[in-house]
C-alpha cells in the first residue's frame, strides 16, 4: 500500500494521471466514509463464514434450511436500508452508522453468550436480526457519504476506490474470522482429547502429532463415518466426537469475539462521518 501510494504521487508530480488521486483521501468526510465501508463488510463477511458454517457443518442443515435460518438477516437489512432515509431523511449519518454498528455488534455478542453445545439453530434468530438491521443503517448513509465527498466528475474514480475497500474488508474478515476460529479449535480439540479418560494414551500421542497443524472443520457425520472407517470403538468414538463438538463451539465463539472486538476499533472512526445529511443547509454551510 505504501508502493502504491508512493508511485500515485510520483506520477501526479510528473504530471501523469495516477489511477487515484492521494490527495482525494485527505478529504476528512471521504477517508471515514471509506473506513467505515471497510469495517462494515469485514464484520458482515465474518458473520457470513460463522453463521452458515455453525448451522449447515456443526448441526448439519441442509442449504436449503441453513438459508431459511439466514433469511431475518436479508429481511431487517431491506427493511433498515429502505426505511431509515423514509422515515428519517433528515437524521445524522454519524448517529445513523454509530446505532448500525452497535446493532451489528450487540448482534455478535447475543450468539457468542448464546452458542453452545446444546443449542439448536434457533439461537441465531435474535443476531441475526440486529446484524442485519446495522448492515441496513450503514447501507443507508456511507453510499451518500461518499459521493458527495467529492465533485461529480470523480464519482468513478471514488466508486473504485469504494469497491476496492468493500473487498478488502471483506477478504480480512473472512480469512480473520476463519483463522482465528481454525486456530482456537484446534487448540481446544487436542486439549479435550488429553484430558479424555475415555481415549488410550498412544490415541492422544497420534492425534497431537498429526493434528498439531490445524483440526479441521466437520460435522459429526463426518468424523463419525471417520472412525467407523478406523474401527474405533463406541467409548473412544463418542470421546472424539464430544471433544470435536466442543472444540467447534469455542472456534466460533473465538471468531465472534474477534468481530466484536474489530466492530469496538470501528467505532472510533464514526466520529469522521457528517452530522448532516449531504445537500442539506448545514452540510452546505
Do not use: C, H
Amino acid at each position: 500500500m505504501w508502493l502504491f501510494f508512493r508511485w500515485e504521487d510520483r506520477l501526479m508530480q510528473r504530471g501523469q494521471e495516477p489511477l487515484v488521486d492521494p490527495t482525494l483521501l485527505k478529504n476528512r468526510e471521504l477517508s471515514g466514509g471509506l473506513t467505515m465501508f471497510f469495517f462494515q463488510y469485514l464484520i458482515q463477511m465474518g458473520v457470513f463464514f460463522i453463521v452458515p458454517l455453525y448451522l449447515s457443518v456443526a448441526l448439519g442443515l441442509s442449504a436449503l434450511a441453513t438459508g431459511v435460518r439466514i433469511l431475518p438477516l436479508s429481511l431487517t437489512l431491506l427493511l433498515a436500508a429502505v426505511g431509515i432515509p423514509r422515515l428519517f431523511p433528515k437524521a445524522s449519518p454519524r448517529a445513523v452508522v454509530r446505532i448500525g454498528l452497535l446493532a451489528m455488534i450487540v448482534g455478535a455478542v447475543v450468539l457468542m453468550v448464546t452458542l453452545d453445545i446444546s443449542s439448536g439453530a434457533e439461537v441465531t434468530t435474535v443476531p441475526l436480526l440486529l446484524v442485519g438491521l446495522g448492515m441496513g443503517a450503514l447501507a443507508s448513509q456511507l453510499g451518500a457519504v461518499v459521493v458527495s465527498a467529492v465533485p461529480q466528475e470523480r464519482s468513478a474514480e471514488i466508486g473504485g476506490v469504494q469497491n476496492t475497500v468493500t473487498n478488502l474488508g471483506a477478504s480480512i474478515g473472512t480469512a480473520l474470522a476463519g483463522s482465528v476460529m481454525i486456530a482456537v479449535l484446534t487448540s481446544s480439540f487436542l486439549t479435550n482429547v488429553q484430558e479424555s479418560p475415555a481415549i488410550p494414551a498412544d490415541v492422544k500421542n497420534q492425534a497431537t502429532t498429526q493434528l498439531s497443524g490445524g483440526v479441521p472443520f466437520v460435522s459429526d457425520a463426518q468424523l463419525q463415518s471417520a472412525l467407523d472407517e478406523a474401527g474405533a470403538d463406541t467409548e473412544l468414538a463418542q470421546a472424539a466426537l464430544d471433544a470435536n463438538s466442543d472444540a467447534q463451539i469455542d472456534g466460533l465463539k473465538a471468531a465472534l469475539a474477534i468481530l466484536v472486538l474489530t466492530g469496538l476499533i470501528g467505532l472510533i472512526f464514526v466520529r469522521r462521518l457528517p452530522t448532516a445529511q449531504p445537500g442539506s443547509s448545514r452540510d452546505s454551510a
